[in-house]
């Protein structure tokens, strides 16, 4: 297949150029060849590369940025989306989007399920909808990929701001009651890479199984890590940061076991592959 990576220099747009091009035809576009807010170009973009399939992993993803900015936020998230959407139209190109469990409102108190009702709390988690909303519209053939607490090689992320900390503090505060599944980069890519070979287009939620509070999943880290450090569970009350978060956002893969796709494995595995590799 003919694959087009829009966002490839991201932290999961490099897992997705690395697994996409073993089986694949690639081309990718970073923010430097094409700034998905011009629809122009990125109409002419896509149709040039006329590819089969377009990963559209480009985001602002500042999550507390996000509400001290929300335009750049919306013209990213929502409008960029809506125009890489476009452009797919035009060119008769599969979208797959990635999205995230801040779609959600955290309330249920159960792991959700693709059907669930969606309710962001935060200006990312809104403009991600609204990007849902205009791929759903605009296209027929597409792939949204809500996805969970990601971590890479590429990027910074949870697990390298925990280690970098442990190099200065003695103790460190973590909050202990937002659960969620902390999703390594490589495994979502090899999921995507299954999920693309069939049109079962539709809305997929795709992260490592089982869960845990960031507290917990700061223990692992530092376990694994072999580090003696003292890990204080906190609140998010005691721990206020700008964009209000989902207390209990667990994705449920359902409509990937619905597809018949085997169970990704459990996030502490994929930690403990990733963490050899740092
Ligand atoms: N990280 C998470 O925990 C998480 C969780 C759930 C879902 N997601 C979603 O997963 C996807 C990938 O996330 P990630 O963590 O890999 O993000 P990332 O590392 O921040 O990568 C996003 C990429 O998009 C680029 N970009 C920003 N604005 C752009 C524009 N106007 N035009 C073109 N490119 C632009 C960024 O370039 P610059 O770096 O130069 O700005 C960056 O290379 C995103 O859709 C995100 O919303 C992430």
């Known amino acids: 297949m003919k694959i087009l990576i829009i966002g490839s220099e991201g932290m999961l747009g490099h897992d997705l150029v690395d697994v996409l091009s073993i089986e694949n035809e690639i081309s990718t576009t970073s923010i430097d060849t094409l700034d998905i807010t011009d629809i122009d170009k990125t109409i002419?973009?896509?149709?040039?590369?006329n590819p089969d399939v377009v990963?559209?992993?480009a985001a602002f993803t500042d999550v507390d940025g996000s509400e001290s900015n929300p335009n750049l936020a919306y013209k990213v998230n929502a409008l960029g989306t809506r125009n890489v959407a476009v452009a797919c139209r035009e060119a008769g190109s599969a979208l797959v989007y990635i999205s995230?469990?801040?779609v959600f409102d955290g309330n249920k108190g159960n792991s959700y399920y693709?059907?669930?009702q969606t309710n962001p709390l935060s200006v990312y988690g809104k403009?991600?909808?609204l990007g849902e909303t205009y791929v759903r519209d605009i296209l027929n053939k597409f792939y949204?990929?809500?996805t969970s607490w990601l971590y890479g090689l590429h990027g910074p992320n949870?697990?390298?701001t925990m280690l970098n900390l442990a190099e200065t503090m003695k103790t460190i505060s973590v909050v202990n009651d937002q659960i969620g599944s902390p999703t390594?980069?490589?495994d979502l890519a090899k999921a995507i890479a299954e999920l693309i070979k069939k049109p079962v287009y539709g809305i997929y939620h795709i992260t490592n199984s089982e869960h845990c509070s960031w507290y917990d999943y700061a223990l692992e880290i530092f376990d694994i890590a072999g580090i003696e450090i003292e890990v204080k569970p906190v609140s998010t009350a005691e721990f206020p940061r700008p964009a209000p978060r989902p207390q209990y956002s667990v994705l449920e893969n359902y409509n990937w076991k619905m597809e018949g796709l085997p169970e990704i494995r459990s996030y502490k595995n994929a930690l403990r592959e990733y963490m050899k590799l740092l």
């Open 44 to 49: 002419e973009t896509v149709k040039d590369k």
């Open 55 to 57: 990963v559209h992993a």
């Open 100 to 102: 995230t469990d801040y």
């Open 114 to 116: 693709e059907y669930d």
């Open 127 to 129: 403009t991600k909808h």
């Open 144 to 146: 949204i990929i809500r």
């Open 158 to 160: 949870f697990v390298t």
């Open 184 to 186: 390594y980069t490589g």
